[in-house]
């Protein structure tokens, strides 16, 4: 029975400087975050890309790690073969075992601080609720979604990402370093208490459900025919009703929400989605009630 | 005697979207933005770059219209041809022969709507000074910095540089498409009247004159060692006094403005100068009398 080995990572994406940033200079300075006596190791997701501040350099390194492409002796991309190195490892079968995996991600949305869980996995939701009543993380919940797959979290038993913004990328920015540290230490202390079986779990979360994505309106060539409106910029986690604002035209037409259901939009104008087809991401918020399931699935991982 | 044919370019660097954007959407319904009947010709400087959304393929284009680069037929860098290509599409001595070259570009730094100047030619200033009256723009003089020399707008004998921001790049941006579209418009209305003997020029004209760039504090491997200290993030045009921080270190560290005199910092954390080892720029706020050669000078480039 040994407490469980983590993972972080930073600079999965090349051009999301910050966290990779804060990494480097933890290193040179390992005082420079309270580790709590918890196991952990810490990566660099893609050095390759980051050299280039590029997000990666032959396919996204976080659309990687499908089960497809890894067992793909054949298939020799850059990063599928980086994911492959890093699995083997820091993978839960790897050389150090890991059993979370937290990744660091920055974007150009004003997602301020929050979670990106994928699926419904029981131990990802009890911690993301822990973090959520300790600091108020909003947590996005990716699922249904066929048209992505291969998140690197999802090779580990338990992981999330946490996502910061707004930064444009290649950039470095106090503030987005600080949240970036503060999400790191806030993370390693809620470890470190479930490890010491001190962790009150929270009654209640609430949850931003992925429905759907929405692309820019394009023309018949496949240009980009109107931009994000300026009411919705900056505005994630705002809740839109029918005939909200989605986005304007050059001369002044504005395309609008059409549907019956409040839906709250995220990762509104990243620009890494553009060619992705992604304008913004509607979900629904909801409460949850946190089940004991959760908790089981947490302390199985911490106490095997 | 003939009115000048004025040169908009866009996309000089290729990962500034906004005004190439507009430029389409322009081209697509000429009666997007009105030219007042003036003459004016627009192009998209680096359209490879554009496509992949890259700053430049081989070397800055608008550092690339050096006499001895455009000269040396040895030169083969893409932005280096497409330099000559410009000049000989729509060049003073060119197809279409351009007297004026305005030239779009967008930063990362809180920048807002500004004006660049290159040199004190007297027909910039002369044209600056009626924007500013007009709209407020605020004028950065960029001179004496032998580590930048062959900026576009200098092969014509009037140009200057739009600046607005902060936008990250590769990023659409609704405001910034509109500041775009007035800088462009309140630029169109001045020439126009300059053109029908109309103008009354200003009394006074505030120039933000350079004075010296500042490096980012680095390690002695030249990794970026402390970054923008959070007080100066954004706060272009804000004067600093001797003692203001400049950057801040993990560890809590400031580094700090040494100087008798109060200068106005600008281009802060602009993504694309980390590469030329330029943190910010220091200007020194000057209030200049409008000089009656700068009036010459400009209607000797619209009545010739």
Redesign the interface.
Known sequence: MANPQILFIAGTHGNEMNAP??F???IK?PD?INVNDLDIFKVIGNPKALKDCKRYLDFDLNRSFRKEFLNDEKMKFYEVERAREILSKFGPKGLNKCQIAIDLHST?SAMGSCIVVYGRRPADLAIASLLQARIGFPIYLHEGDDNQKGFLVESWPCGFVIEIG??????????V?NQNRLALEISLQEFAKLGAKKTTFPKKVAIHRHIKSIDFPRSPFG??DA????LR?CSDWNPIENGAPLF????GTIIRYEGKEKLVPVFI?E?AY?EKNIAMSLTKREVWDFSKDWEIAINEIFFR
């Not at 931009?227 to 300026?230: A, D, M, S």
């Open positions: 940033w804060l480097n200079q933890w300075n420079l150009t707004p930064v444009p990328q290649g950039l470095l920015n106090a503030q370093i240009e980009i931009v994000v409106h300026p910029q304007i035209k050059a001369d104008n620009a553009a």
